[in-house]
């Protein structure tokens, strides 16, 4: 039951990207990284606009009939002007054949499906939601799920609206609204998406840059699942001195002892199943990675990357604040190389003379 459960979940999320594909197909040339980066950005792109009418009192969030139909309103329109991105016609030079685009977005579709499945079988045989910090987080998607307005009431101050940045609980709250699950499923369901999707955004990405499987491979396994170092350093120091210590995967998130600052890696927050809002905003990080990835290599862009830049910008810096921060500083630092680059290129030209 609950097999279906997750899928159905699943199911709900992958049906952003007929919502994503109309803008993000005209924004990225790859099309497997398109299709990629459309389900985070259809997601957002839907949720924004849900989250404005309820913030306004436009909008019941409770009012799950309308919110559906219009859902399925965003997909059907979606759909019909996306179609162009698989029906591709055959012959056109430097772009791939319809049956190409089609074969490697269904290897994408079953390596995230693997891996959300995989993810959720590992997370089965400790899915209670309790110790370290979860029972707050459930509190968090499951006020977000049950209010009528935002932001919504907050469940530790009561007769107070929630003071903290609850924007990531509300996507992952949307998405358990429109599939009608219970929040203690959502929780883990999200988790498993979530784990899903910063690796196939990462795997993609770094396809894109270097065309390297094993690289994509090695990229989304380094982001999602790996350790740090310092647990293998720690590992390694204590069979060799022979102390008998037993170095824990927690030991790579505590550098300073007492454990006054810690840093919790992608792999940690997945092992303790943690959803915190610095895990919830990694797959919207990274879908803003693929869109500065994008702009990159274009020397003219279009306004629509301006546009999906910034509800990206929006998103993750609503979700987590410090990720629009980084963000802003790389979207710096690529203006300032193309300004450069252009003014190199301007310069080598040879005047011409002037009669």
Partial sequence: MQLLQALFFYLIFSLFALIGLPLISRLIANKTLAYIA???????????????????????????????ALYLAAIATGGFFSRVFFCLPAGKK?????????KKILIVEAATLAAFLGYLYLRSFNPAINGTERFMDLALLSAAGKTNFFPFIDPWFAGKTVNYYYYGSYLMSLLGNLAHLKSVLVYNFALGLIYCQAAILAAGLVWSATRSKLAAVTGAFLLTTAGTLFFAGCTLHAAWAGLGTVCSYASSTRFYSPSYIINEIPSYSFTVGDLHAHLLALPFFLLNLVLLYGLAGKTKPARGFFAALGLGLATSGMINVWDMVTLISVL????????IL????HSAKPERLKL
Wanted: glycine share 4%; proline share 6%; charged share 10%.
């Fill in 342 to 345: 252009i003014w190199r290129t």
């Fill in 332 to 339: 710096c630092v690529l203006l300032l190389a193309k300004i």
């Fill in 38 to 68: 459309a389900k985070p950005f259809g997601l957002i792109l839907f949720g924004y606009f849900i989250w404005v009418l309820s913030s306004f009192h436009w909008l019941n969030y409770q009012n799950h009939w309308l919110i559906l």
């Fill in 94 to 102: 430097n772009e791939p054949r319809p049956t190409a685009v089609l």
